[in-house]
């Protein structure tokens, strides 16, 4: 089985600085993903980011971007400019492609942006 | 349409009641799944359907039966379900092959209190 593990229960970052979200994860499989999911207080689970385990190139999506190293199974979400918006749980997440439709979850990060 | 819509948003049942949650969505996923989501836990998987049949199974206990009457509509029928069973009741779709079969797309719960 696999398992992703979030070690930050809880963080906080003033408005406009940068934060980073850790998350590790234990496999022996070769083929999969890895995400990073927001679910703000209203609660709907929101997808931040994506990567793909055979890319090598960090993924990035405006303020939001990753770093991946394989060898190491880490997977950070770095948020630039954090904005007010920007406070919710993230959660981590990792999908086999050889077994399809299961994902796994850590534990989650509960982040607060600081005015 | 990119949204997964769950009814109703809030539940409260006795134990001795009969209720169901539905979910719908009219993406064309073909992949869709009911998670359980205890207050700043992660999501735990319950059911997956691909392709409207049901090919994951969670170990969950029979007083929860899941339901696809087609690729849109999925629901989760509840019957003499027990207090430790409150908590929020997430669907989520996936296209169930291809580059997108790994994203998720969540619905915002269903607030399910039992008595």
């Known amino acids: 089985a696999q398992t992703v593990t979030q070690s930050q229960p809880e963080m906080s970052v003033q408005e406009a600085e940068t934060v980073t979200l850790s998350c590790t994860y234990d496999?022996?499989?070769?083929?999969?993903?890895l995400f990073w999911y927001k679910q703000p207080p209203s609660r709907q689970m929101i997808l931040v980011i994506r990567?793909?385990?055979?890319?090598?190139q960090n993924a990035t999506e405006n303020r939001f971007s990753v770093n991946f190293q394989k060898a190491a199974k880490s997977f950070s979400l770095k948020i630039s400019d954090s904005q007010l918006g920007d406070t919710a749980m993230y959660f981590c997440a990792f999908m086999n492609r050889n077994t399809g439709n299961q994902f796994y979850f850590g534990t989650g990060t509960s982040l607060t942006v600081i005015p | 349409d990119t949204e997964v819509t769950q009814t109703p948003k809030h539940l409260v049942m006795g134990m001795t009641n009969k209720k169901s949650l539905k979910c719908e969505q009219h993406m064309g996923h073909r992949a869709m799944y009911w998670y359980k989501q205890k207050a700043k836990k992660p999501p735990e998987l319950m059911f997956v359907?691909?392709?409207?049949?049901?090919?994951i199974n969670e170990s969950v206990p029979s007083r929860f039966s899941p339901e696809c009457p087609n690729s849109s509509l999925l629901n989760l029928h509840l019957h003499a379900l027990q207090p430790e069973d409150s908590a929020l009741y997430l669907c989520?779709?996936?296209?169930?092959?291809?580059?997108?079969?790994?994203?998720?797309?969540f619905g915002a719960g269903s607030r399910l209190t039992v008595l």
């Open positions: 359907y691909s392709y409207e049949k049901l090919s």
């Open positions: 990567q793909e385990a055979y890319k090598q």
């Open positions: 496999t022996s499989e070769n083929n999969y993903y």
């Open positions: 989520a779709s996936s296209q169930g092959q291809g580059a997108g079969a790994n994203v998720l797309t």
